[in-house]
């Protein structure tokens, strides 16, 4: 079902990310905190052709440390574990969809109590994703925070399968409900009027750049967390790297004028970690069609990823804080 990740390191004590972080395909469940795997599903219509964004990802490990200064916490007491990546057929495309949501079902069964994180690769990933996490837990509601530019619920039939649309055959399956999922970060020219229709027919929230400013980031998150909590049993988030303003991620394809600077997707995903509700979270199309990802757009992604973590770690001491102080009275 795995691979070993072509960029694999030694494991070693220190406190760089290719130090702490452990490489190893069948942890033990009671050993995880949070997993990592990835899904080489490309963006690009040349079907041979691998996500580059996994790999990448990877690479540049020895270039972070576990500390955040900002906020004066230590990453190294998560236990993060990646298991490696799916393996695709690079000539099958639905194979490789198959392949994806069967990983994300076996993590969420045999790793009930770890977060899980999928790099990808195109959005179509997100799709497979949340149904291999459905088919493990049927019984529940699943909440999805999509952090995009788009709406991506474009009528499947009209964009073929090269740019693929997940939330609206997410939709269609049944997978989730529209008024389940909170898409953050719209602005602009980027979205047209039938697919606008579309979320409003369907209850999908939309949540304006502009608006989410006015009122206050965190004010907006915060808010949208606890609507989400009441109303589903777990929540997924997507990060599509198009959110960001073109000038933080000049490789990704659909980035446009206008959208999230780095801090403010940041500060989004920190406090997103904070929230346990949230149990699974993707980063996806940091893929460009042509050529080789760069550096900057790479350590962006690893950026938000780390501020994610900073978040699950912020939680996990203010819970062990007010347990302290409970038992102090």
Not at 14 to 24: E, L
Not at 84 to 94: K, L, N
Request: net charge negative; hydrophobic share 40%.
């Amino acid at each position: 079902m795995f691979i070993q990740p072509e960029c694999q390191w030694k494991q070693e004590k220190g406190s760089a990310m290719h130090q702490w972080i452990k490489q190893k395909e069948n942890p033990r469940p009671n050993d995880v905190d949070i997993i990592i795997y990835g899904a080489l599903l490309s963006y690009a219509s040349d079907p041979s052709k691998k996500a580059q964004y996994p790999t990448a990802f990877r690479k540049v490990w020895p270039s972070f440390q576990s500390y955040n200064l900002d906020e004066q916490v230590d990453l190294r007491s998560l236990a993060v574990v990646d298991v490696g990546d799916v393996a695709i057929q690079p000539t099958d495309r639905m194979l490789s969809e198959s392949a994806i949501e069967a990983a994300a079902e076996n993590l969420s069964t045999a790793y009930p109590k770890s977060f899980t994180c999928l790099l990808g690769g195109d959005h179509t990933v997100t799709g497979c994703s949340l149904r291999g996490i459905k088919n493990a837990f049927p019984q529940e509601r699943i909440g999805i925070i999509q952090i995009d530019t788009h709406l991506d619920a474009r009528n499947q039939e009209e964009i073929g399968l090269a740019m693929d649309s997940p939330i609206q055959k997410l939709i269609a399956a049944g997978t989730v409900e529209g008024r389940h999922i909170y898409n953050v970060g719209l602005h602009g020219f980027f979205n047209s009027p039938e697919m606008i229709q579309y979320a409003k027919e369907q209850g999908i929230h939309m949540i304006t750049l502009k608006q989410m400013r006015r009122d206050g980031i965190q004010l907006t998150i915060r808010e949208m967390l606890r609507q989400l909590m009441y109303q589903v049993d777990r929540i997924y988030v997507s990060v599509d790297l198009d959110a960001l303003d073109i000038t933080f991620a000049p490789d990704v394809p659909a980035a446009t004028p206008g959208g999230l600077t780095a801090y403010e997707l940041f500060d989004i995903l920190k406090l997103i970690g904070e929230n346990e509700g949230v149990r699974h979270i993707d980063f996806v199309y940091a893929d460009p069609k042509e050529g080789d990802l760069r550096p900057e757009t790479v350590k962006m992604g690893v950026t938000a990823f780390l501020q994610w973590l900073t978040g699950i770690k912020l939680d996990h001491r203010n819970r062990l804080t007010t347990k302290t102080k409970a038992l102090i009275r």
